[in-house]
């Protein structure tokens, strides 16, 4: 049997892993000289006090590789298969984390994938990926339906400030500064797993304006889109965004969540994401 491996940048409440029975493991963050695990340890609105209060940003580190060891070895012992599907590589180290870990084990019953995205979209595949190999679907058949989706990702995401992805080194100085001076509200993508900016408006209505109209047209007539919406605190702006998507689309609703703070550490509170899959080819 195939057992899905997830952490908490997938933005799945661990509640709802843990029903599931997928395997997780947290990101670190850092307040000055106290670390935090973010799934028991630190809530997002525990970490959204702290940050409010904080002189300096917190930091995050990716689950140390010891956290997959205990994992690893049960689910080898059960002679079952371990997936492990890691945000991308561009983002987050726990790729590497999961990889020195499965070193210890040799063993061909280990597969770790860059899914080359995170948030939203690691949340879908995660779950598509659980519900497939609850399907009795081979490894190398999953494999190949995960990387299909990594291929056709589609996030954006809205920042009203720049700062935090700067002092997290998600982008170059002079693209913050630039932001800065000419108050450009950007909208910014994933592109091969690192962060690239789409477009430069400015105003957040008109950002919102245009977030909506490329989903529409992503997501139209298009039943493998799995749209999801994602914010940090910023649920006046997700609803905003939301239900204009509703009516456009014609959805009775659209999965929202909440991102978590290994996220929101480097894209800010202000974060609002949408995520969602393009056309198969």
Not at 72 to 77: D, G, M
Not at 78 to 107: C, H, M, Q, W
Not at 168 to 192: N, S, W
Not at 241 to 255: G, M, V, Y
Request: glycine share 6%; net charge negative.
């Amino acid at each position: 049997m195939i057992k899905i491996i997830a952490d908490t940048t997938c933005s799945i409440p661990v509640e709802k892993l843990k029903a599931l029975g997928v395997d997780f493991v947290p990101q670190i963050i850092t307040f000055g000289d106290v670390s935090y695990r973010d799934d028991y340890e630190l809530s997002t609105s525990a970490f959204l006090e702290k940050l409010s209060v904080a002189k300096n940003l917190p930091g995050t580190a990716a689950p140390p590789p010891a956290l997959y060891n205990p994992i690893y070895e049960r689910i080898l012992n059960d002679g079952d298969i371990a997936l492990v599907l890691a945000p991308s590589t561009k983002l987050s180290g726990t790729f590497r984390s999961a990889t020195v870990a499965a070193d210890e084990y040799n063993s061909d019953r280990i597969h770790i994938i860059d899914t080359k995205t995170i948030a939203g979209n690691l949340g879908t595949i995660v779950l598509k990926a659980k519900v497939w190999a609850d399907q009795g679907i081979s490894i190398s058949e999953l494999i190949e339906r995960i990387e299909d989706l990594s291929a056709r990702d589609q996030t954006y995401f809205l920042v009203p400030t720049m700062e935090y992805l700067h002092k997290g080194g998600r982008i170059g100085g002079a693209a913050k500064l630039i932001g800065t001076l000419l108050q450009i509200v950007p909208i910014l993508t994933l592109r091969d797993g690192g962060i690239e900016v789409y477009d430069k408006v400015r105003s957040l209505k008109q950002a919102t304006s245009n977030l909506v109209e490329l989903n529409t047209s992503i997501c139209e007539n298009n039943p493998e889109a799995y749209l999801t919406i994602g914010q940090g605190d910023s649920q006046v702006l997700l609803d905003k965004i939301s239900n204009q998507l509703q009516d456009r689309l014609e959805l009775a609703e659209i999965p929202s969540y909440i991102a978590p703070p290994s996220i929101i550490v480097h894209a800010g509170p202000g974060l609002v994401a949408t995520s969602c899959f393009s056309r198969p080819s």
